[in-house]
Nanobody, 129 residues
Framework: QEQLVESGGGLVQPGGSLRLSCAASGLTLEYYAIGWFRQAPGKEREGVSCISGKNDDPEYADSVKGPFTISRDNANNTVYLQMNNLKPADTAVYYC??????????????????????WGQGTQVSVYS
């Protein structure tokens, strides 16, 4: 069955870097839009970055533009989120997600969690001095 698994989180100091991975089974990720989301304690889940099924027009939340980069590794059926220059405000559980089918979000992706159907279990990112 379809499954998404996030990995790569951990504890880093401000200014450090992490690369999160979203590995898929039961679906071919290159045909799907992908979104990265995060949820900090006491806050709502928010969109961080996404890439469309057409693989154009990646989007980023204003707070992470520049430091964060989303990319695909189709040979390994994996999507990455490279996070540089991390700051304490980036501390959260990070999730990847896909829509219901490859048609959804084909031309334009979305940073709204409501547009996604399948979710991984999340990976913790902590940024502390």
């Amino acid at each position: 069955q379809e499954q998404l698994v996030e990995s790569g989180g951990g504890l880093v100091q401000p200014g450090g870097s992490l690369r999160l991975s979203c590995a898929a089974s039961g679906l071919t990720l290159e045909y799907y839009a992908i979104g990265w989301f995060r949820q900090a304690p006491g806050k709502e889940r928010e969109g961080v970055s996404c890439i469309s099924g057409k693989n154009d027009d990646p989007e980023y939340a204003d707070s992470v533009k520049g430091p964060f980069t989303i990319s695909r590794d189709n040979a390994n059926n994996t999507v990455y989120l490279q996070m540089n220059n991390l700051k304490p405000a980036d501390t959260a559980v990070y999730y990847c997600a896909t829509p219901e089918d490859p048609i959804s979000l084909y031309y334009y992706c979305s940073l709204s969690p409501d547009e996604y159907r399948s979710w991984g279990q999340g990976t913790q990112v902590s940024v502390y001095s």
